[in-house]
């Protein structure tokens, strides 16, 4: 049982969706259509598929439907720290959030450094109906200082590498890692963080020192984003960075890929959204690694957003406890929820205001990071496993931690009124309703 009961059955054998706006993010197109699942298989979509006996109907007018979010950056925290999350409750979160495929972290205890933790993993996971994408951290314990068998990983199914939670403080590491890399075509997704100047706990700024607490100065983030970058260069291989919070981030990638380079990076919702502002309330929902940095920050990344510099959204979620989180904000962990406003965030943050269109905003949720990871992108072929989301762009709810899927509720947006609800999520064979929203009727 989750928080909301049953939260997703079987998709019935034959579904059919009617009369929504279909945005495919692959062709870059938006139109009206109906949409035919049969056996959890994406059969039809077409102007308009006649009723027939035993389909199941929903009524998609004036909703959109488009391909499950991809989520480059989820923490499920299994194993170890089960209180925060789980497989299940983070696979229940993906689903309402209208996530269907995820990249797990590798940060959890025992950390996933080796074919055995990492096929147990893989074991546990593969029959959820989100495709969980387990990787392995890039240095045995996360600790930067000797390699993981990043090749025996790779052929037990590790689909990237990633330290996240900690920067890779040796070049040299991090030169063989990316070699590594490159031969494999497995991404490395870097946490670009140097620990010997940034043991702070919110943006280094007038604003820290007025507050009398530690600051980390975005210099933290560039200088081992712009050390990598020349790693990349020097050994002609592709790089990514993860959550990019600092406006010479965003130059600095901008500039790297005007050279050429196979260069991309991830914002999360929090950084296109908040500024350092926030942590005047001293609530720890306000603070993350990287923290929240200043309004000419967003408008950077908003920027880079638009013109390709950034190449996903991608959330970080990254659930604590109840607990752990009332600690102050000295001590309490960084990081915050981020599955099930993913859709709502970038739709009351980006779309409404006219900082980026709908489509624009959706491309950087689904096909743009499946493109990256090489994982298939085009969802709405005849025949393919049906990913899909259903969701009301208008509908507006007040964000709720106690009420979402998540075990944890630490979200930097609680108690903001948000646009934009996925109501219907299939993955895997299994449709996610957000009841009561989604009638489903049965055609006699
Ligand atoms: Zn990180």
Redesign the pocket.
Known sequence: MTRSGDLYRKVPVKLLIKNGTVIDPYRGTEYKSDILVVNGVIDRISGSIEKCPGYELIDASNLYITHGFFDMHVHLREPGYTDAEDFLSGTNAAMAGGVTSLLAMANTIPCVDNTITFSGIKAKTKDLPVKIHQLASVTIGREGSALTDMRSLSKAGVVAFSD??TGIASSEIMKQALKISKELGKLISV?AEDHSFAAGVMNESALSEELGLPGIPYASETVNIARDIELAAYLDCPVHF??ISSKRSVDLIRQAKKRGLRVSCEVTPHHFSLTEDRVKSLSANYKM?PPLRRTEDVEAVIEGLNDGSIDVIAT?HAPHSKASKELGFLKAPFGVTGLETLLSAGITYLVKPGKLSLNGFIRKITADPRVLMGIESDLFKHGIKAELVIFDPEKSWEVDGSKMESKSSNSCFEKETHFGKVLCTITGGSIYNSKPFLPVKTIR
């Open positions: 996240d939670g946490h993860q959550h690694n970080d």
